[in-house]
């Protein structure tokens, strides 16, 4: 236990020192201080552990997910939008391991914006998405309706 002195307050915590090993690497003592005196230190040194983990989900919803501005004012409606934001980043998250094509977090959330409105299965398009596009292109060709058909094969129009 110590005591520390800042502003004419004590403020009265815990030191705990333990050595950091990482294969491959030198071995170093590392020092927590915290005020938790009821914790375990092993649950302590592992929350730290776990700390990385934690800042790599934030960045990477502050990263995909900006929440600029929230849609209502209420502290339920701000709870709303950051569980929603959490679900998103959870379900791309799955997406994304059970996919057998590599993407990047960022290149699939923007993808997924992208798509999100058509009908068509996330798991086989992501993993060959050149061939789904073109059958997407043909069928929307298909349905086109009948017009001046020199725009569409790439000429350009009279002006």
């Known amino acids: 236990m110590a005591v520390f002195r800042k502003d004419g307050i004590n403020h009265v915590a815990r030191i705990i020192t333990?050595?950091?090993?990482?294969?491959g690497r030198t071995p170093k003592l590392i020092s927590l201080l915290t005020n938790d005196f009821?914790?375990?230190?092993?649950?302590?040194?592992?929350?730290?552990r776990r700390r990385w983990q934690i800042e790599s989900l934030f960045?990477?919803?502050?990263?995909?997910?900006?929440?600029?501005?929230?849609?209502?004012?209420?502290?339920?409606?701000?709870?709303?939008?950051?569980?929603?934001?959490?679900?998103?980043?959870?379900?791309?998250?799955?997406?994304?391991?059970?996919?057998?094509?590599?993407?990047?977090?960022?290149?699939?959330?923007?993808?997924?914006?992208i798509v999100l409105m058509y009908y068509l299965n996330m798991q086989t398009f992501f993993n060959q998405p050149d061939a789904d596009l073109k059958i997407m292109l043909a069928e929307a060709s298909e349905e086109a309706p009948p017009g001046n058909t020199s725009?569409?094969?790439?000429?350009?129009?009279?002006?």
């Open 59 to 113: 960045k990477q919803i502050k990263l995909n997910f900006p929440l600029r501005y929230f849609y209502g004012e209420s502290a339920n409606a701000i709870k709303i939008q950051i569980w929603v934001t959490l679900i998103a980043n959870l379900l791309l998250s799955l997406l994304q391991s059970s996919l057998e094509r590599n993407w990047s977090f960022s290149g699939l959330a923007t993808m997924v914006r």
């Open 151 to 159: 725009i569409e094969q790439g000429a350009c129009p009279e002006t």
């Open 18 to 23: 333990y050595v950091d090993i990482k294969k």
């Open 38 to 48: 009821d914790m375990p230190m092993e649950t302590i040194v592992d929350i730290y």
